[in-house]
């Protein structure tokens, strides 16, 4: 994009921001343009399109202009917007927490075809983040309450201010644990999910800027070629959960195998599924 002052319209503006963005090997120059651009206007995506030849005025040109370049040197388009969709819920977003990402909507969908919508239980999150997942089940379970636990003080910060402008707060609680302490927590609960880290460093290191730079390195990567984390939670689960509880975990593509033979000693119904790229991304299973 051009610096000089000048006369553009919508869609002169969403070509020059998706060619500069194409130059710098944004993987979604267009898609991340448009949601720049409608943002800053207050506008749709598809409106757009609908008034391709509007005028955009210099105050929001400067801001777009600024935008988009942030978005040039690799800044995640959720913390320029400053939130994501998740699972139907506007979420804040900012590096204090990792991104919520598309996949583990799939996860939040299948707990919820699994559980009953007058679910009553307590719903554990192990390492809840942004509390996007807890959130999720607690928003469309209105029976249940949520405890979600995180050793990031500054992800609890974020997490607690989407609870409150969910209006949640007072059916979530939040706390500052380590899940690697000898005693997570006295009181059994229903349903566990978590998505740990799980990601080798290997993985980790082929990473895109976006992730490498702006998401915590802790909250993507786990020793044991990203399997720690994993082994750790389903631990516990089998001493949280009571009995005909579920754990619900997202893991990485190569874990399948080994999280089901970790859960075959104190679970059953056991389900491996696959997310949207058709890799076994998931698991949930039954406490016997």
């Known amino acids: 994009m051009t610096n000089k002052s000048e006369f553009l319209t919508c869609l002169e503006v969403l070509n020059k921001s998706s060619d500069f963005l194409r130059a710098k090997g944004v993987p979604s120059p267009k898609c991340d343009s448009e949601w720049i651009i409608s943002s800053t206007l207050s506008k749709k995506r598809m409106e757009l399109y609908l008034y391709p030849d509007e005028i955009i005025g210099e105050e929001n040109l400067k801001e777009i202009r600024a935008l988009i370049i942030r978005r040039g040197k690799r800044e995640p388009l959720q913390h320029i917007l400053g939130n994501v969709n998740f699972a139907g819920l506007i979420l804040k ?5 990792l991104i919520p990402r598309p996949e583990t909507e799939t996860l939040v969908e299948q707990i919820l075809h699994r559980v009953p919508s007058s679910f009553d239980g307590t719903i554990l999150d192990m390492g809840t983040g942004s509390g996007a997942i807890l959130a999720a089940l607690c928003y469309s379970l209105p029976s249940s309450s949520g405890i979600g636990i995180d050793k990031s003080e500054k992800a609890l910060s ?3 201010e989407n609870l409150q402008a969910l ?9 500052k644990l380590d899940w690697h302490l000898p005693k997570v927590m006295d009181k059994s609960v229903d ?6 880290p799980y990601l080798k460093a290997e993985e980790w290191e082929k990473a895109e800027n976006e992730v490498k730079i702006h998401d915590p390195k802790v909250a993507l990567v786990a020793e044991d070629n990203g399997f720690s984390e994993l082994r750790k939670i389903i ?15 997202e893991f990485g593509v190569s874990h399948a195998d080994q999280i089901a033979e970790c859960l075959s000693s104190d679970f059953e119904d056991i389900e491996i599924l696959k997310d949207l790229s058709h890799y076994r ?3 949930i299973a039954k406490k016997t």
Not at 235 to 249: F, P, Q, V
Request: a positive charge; charged letters at 15%; zero cysteines.
């Open 158 to 160: 974020l997490a607690s």
């Open 191 to 196: 349903l566990i999910v978590s998505n740990p």
């Open 235 to 249: 631990s516990i689960s089998a001493r949280m959960l009571s009995s005909g509880g579920l754990i619900a975990l």
């Open 93 to 97: 977003s900012d590096k204090r927490a």
């Open 167 to 175: 209006n949640l707060q007072t059916r979530i609680k939040l706390h």
């Open 281 to 283: 991304r998931f698991a």
